[in-house]
């Protein structure tokens, strides 16, 4: 297994893009919660990245609402169906931890989504900024709470530009 990393400039602080064997298996934002160690990202190359780092200047140019990139994401199969649930959330769009859980056939397991939700190793490209609390109020992020307004603000067009970098 051959790790690689590189560090991207965003609109949203740093981004640190992880590969494993040449496929994407990470995006991680600087003070992320659940961010593996820097151990564990391996050497720093941009070899694997050139189209996951076209995609995302698309995405913060507004040009591009749908990423079309090869991952490779470690998790459980729940975890995997909350973030292939996640990747069916249209651009500008959001839906909750409680409609999430319904479509995975549980309406009870509204926390254990959120759990995933918040272990999602590809934040902004797997949209985990897209889901919201049940009464409409933002909660739980692991790239924090800010850079999760910012994003959905962002995306519902509100703004013309990404704000410059604040972390």
């Known amino acids: 297994m051959i790790r690689q990393h590189t560090v991207l400039d965003s609109p949203y602080g740093p981004l640190t893009l992880v590969a494993t064997d040449g496929v994407l298996s990470g995006l991680y934002m600087t003070d992320q919660r659940h961010r593996p160690d820097e151990e564990t990202f391996g050497e720093r190359d941009t070899a694997p990245f050139g189209e996951t780092i076209r995609q ?63 272990k999602n190793p590809v934040s902004i490209i797997v949209p985990c900024h897209r889901v919201i609390g049940s009464t409409g109020s933002l909660i739980g992020y692991g790239g924090g709470l800010t850079r999760k307004q910012r994003l959905l603000t962002f995306e519902s067009g509100a703004s013309a530009e990404p704000e410059a970098a604040l972390f």
Do not use: C, H, K
Request: net charge negative; charged share 20%; proline share 6%.
């Open 56 to 118: 995302l200047d698309a995405y913060f140019a507004r040009e591009l609402t749908e990423f079309d990139l090869p991952m490779s994401l470690a998790g459980t199969p729940f975890q995997r169906g909350v973030w292939e649930r996640l990747l069916a959330i249209p651009y500008g769009e959001t839906r909750t931890y409680g409609e999430l859980a319904e479509e995975l056939g549980n309406p009870n397991a509204s926390r254990a989504v959120g759990l995933a939700n918040g």
